[in-house]
């Protein structure tokens, strides 16, 4: 080597000490904090190509003044090309400080969240108007399961835990605090607790075959390049994507399975001699309908959530058959049809555990929850109970043992306390 050649590297290296510094410098930003602040006044607004797109953005020149952290009441500068705003906006800006000390504001989101309150605060009105002291049992238990996933499935899932199987329980968990805490300690509810479950446990198990058969990897959005980069790639993203179909049919299946327990509850208490076969098959119409209806709205919540996506592939030059191959839709897919199955699956099991349950049990229809009694002639059955009941036999089955009937109600209308005799003198007449 020669000495122009020795002098020409080692000048190269220096440079790249000295200069490479300095030119890190111009570009370093570090973030300080992120501050609310006021729109004061719009001093320009105009239109700005983007370059390469052919589309044009609004771009603002306005000056802000800074509601909190260290700046608190100062008046600066700020250049917004996000979201069209107007004097008097609340929003939120970053304060970012370059490696020489100059400060400067970036524009972060509007800020949103009075409308979500009184959002919030209109929905649990509304549902404690309609349902009363159930309603306001509703919304705890609401905030009960938004607790347990904030509190107890995100850190769960954090900490390394299965997706899957810790979305299984968190799940089993949201749905006893949703039913016991709302409904009550009651056998339907019971009921629909192991129905739900059940077909819970059985759409986890449908789902994670598929999704092994389709070999999906879990990066089915850029949320998840950027969850994996933020963990290191400790999470399992495909568990991730059984865990979030768990978790998404808890709603649907806890309506649809209360709804069946309630039906074959009310059709035993409107005829106390149907058995298993009647009220299963009479609730199992019902279900049949309801299921309709929710498998559609299932699938129209999900393409509504997928509207940008669906609109992107629409430009795309490939076949739908192609389209559909893609994970990302494929996984949409997969949700719905899931999704769907385990509606279909609730149905029968919590219709079949009811049926079962209440086939020979006696509810009484002006009671919320039923009770039971024996059939037989050895058990001893309350007057009041007794009575009820042979008022239905003689109501579903015309005029069979009238004459018995009738003197029952002759005792009980001379035994029975005064304030009773109108309600049991229109009985006679009656009869």
């Known amino acids: 080597m020669n000495l122009k050649s020795f002098v020409g590297v080692w000048l190269f290296l220096c440079l790249s000490f000295f200069v490479s510094p300095v030119q890190a410098q111009e570009v370093h930003q570090e973030f300080q904090e992120t501050v609310k602040a006021e729109v004061i006044e719009i001093t320009a607004q105009y239109e700005r190509d983007i370059m390469g797109t052919g589309a044009t953005t609004t771009v603002q020149e306005m000056r802000i003044q800074i509601k909190g952290g260290l700046r608190e009441g100062e008046v600066v500068r700020l250049d917004n090309d996000l979201v ?211 498998v559609n709205t299932l699938a ?30 494929a996984a949409e897919v997969l949700r719905i049809v899931v999704g769907s199955i385990g509606l279909i699956l609730a149905v029968p099991f919590t219709t079949a555990m009811a049926a079962w349950y209440f086939k020979d049990k006696f509810v009484d229809p002006n009671e919320d929850a039923g009770h039971s009694h024996g059939h037989s002639h050895g058990h001893a059955v309350p007057a009041e109970a007794e009575h009820s009941h042979k008022e239905h036999q003689h109501e579903h089955s015309g005029h069979e043992h009238h004459d018995h009937i009738h003197d029952e109600h002759e005792h009980d209308h001379h035994e029975h306390k005064p304030h009773d005799h109108k309600h049991h003198a229109h009985a006679h007449h009656n009869h």
């Open 84 to 294: 069209v705003l107007e004097e008097g906006d609340k929003i939120f800006v970053n304060r970012l400080q370059s490696i020489d000390g100059a400060e400067y504001y970036v524009f972060k989101d509007v800020e949103r969240r009075l409308p979500l309150l009184i959002l919030v605060g209109i929905f649990v009105l509304l549902v404690i108007w309609l349902s009363g002291m159930q309603g306001v049992r509703a919304v705890l238990s609401l905030g009960l399961s938004i607790g347990s996933i904030i509190f107890l499935l995100i850190p769960a899932l954090l900490a390394g835990y299965s997706p899957a199987l810790t979305s299984l329980v968190i799940a089993g968990l949201i749905l006893s605090v949703t039913l016991f805490f709302t409904h009550g300690f009651k056998p339907r509810v019971f009921i629909t607790f192991l129905g739900t479950f059940g077909a819970v446990f059985a759409t986890c198990v449908i789902a994670w075959i598929w999704v092994e058969w389709m070999r999906f990897t879990g990066f089915s959005d850029d949320s998840s390049v950027y969850l994996n980069f933020a963990t290191g790639g400790t999470i399992d993203l495909t568990g991730l994507l059984l865990g979030g179909i768990i978790i998404g049919l808890l709603g649907v299946l806890d309506d649809v399975s209360i709804t069946q327990a309630s039906v074959v509850q009310e059709l035993k208490g409107a005829n106390p001699q149907f058995g298993f076969k009647d009220l299963y098959q009479r609730a199992l119409r019902v279900g049949r309908d309801h299921v309709g209806s929710l």
């Open 300 to 329: 129209l919540a999900y393409a509504g959530a997928s509207l940008p996506m669906l609109l992107l592939f629409a430009y795309s030059d490939s076949s739908m058959i192609m389209l559909v191959n893609q994970e990302v839709l």
